[in-house]
């Protein structure tokens, strides 16, 4: 689970955690991304929970679980792909409503 913690916008980048240490890795962010993300972490329904909880959260600040995506999964995708598209959804979201 991707944690608010996860995130470093000053060094710019994500931690995503496997398995085990060894399947960790962080990977870089774009300027433009990091906005969005700070601008989401500050918004006041994303604030109100506080930190240290997963980044993305239900309207009543419980975690988005992996049963929740594969409800809106088509048969031929992979859950992957659908993490993929709830990213950029989240991110089309955030460009057109600021």
């Known amino acids: 689970m991707l944690l608010d913690s996860d995130v470093d916008l ?3 980048s994500i931690e995503i955690r496997g398995e085990s240490n060894s399947d960790s890795r962080r990977i870089p962010i774009g300027r433009d991304v990091r906005q ?3 601008r989401y972490l500050g918004g ?6 506080g930190l240290g909880r997963p980044l993305f959260l239900t ?3 419980g975690s988005i679980r992996y049963g929740v995506l594969e409800l809106t999964k088509p048969p ?3 859950a992957h792909y659908n993490l993929l598209l709830l990213r950029r959804t989240w991110l089309l979201d955030c460009i057109t409503t600021n």
Request: hydrophobic fraction near 35%; aromatic fraction near 12%.
């Open 59 to 61: 309207l009543t600040g």
């Open 76 to 78: 031929i995708f992979s």
């Open 36 to 38: 969005l993300v700070r």
């Open 44 to 49: 006041e329904h994303r604030r109100k929970f």
């Open 10 to 12: 000053r060094r710019g």
